[in-house]
């Protein structure tokens, strides 16, 4: 387990379709994404894992008011499309 600004990630090694050997980098973090629609996140280095670590915290009420919107947009929808009945 790696970490990075308090935020846990690890690093993973697998093969691709093709049988290549490929690896990366993986962030499921539910502290760190509890604002956001995600549960995970990937990048292929450990520059692009600390930026996107980065970005969530150092945007944390952006990322607050976009839910926001996003979650009044959805109950806006089913309210009004008049015969929803659930998925």
Do not use: P
Request: glycine content about 6%; aromatic content about 12%; hydrophobic content about 25%.
């Amino acid at each position: 387990m790696l970490e990075y600004r308090n935020t846990k990630f690890i690093y993973h090694e697998w093969k691709a379709y093709n049988g290549n050997n490929v690896s990366g980098y993986k962030c499921n973090d539910k502290n760190l994404l509890k604002h956001v629609n995600t549960v995970s996140f990937g990048t292929r280095t450990l520059s692009e894992m600390h930026s996107k670590i980065d970005e969530y915290l150092d945007n944390t009420e952006l990322h607050k008011k976009q839910r926001q919107l996003t979650e009044a947009g959805i109950a806006e929808y089913y309210a009004n499309s008049g015969n929803y009945t659930g998925d």
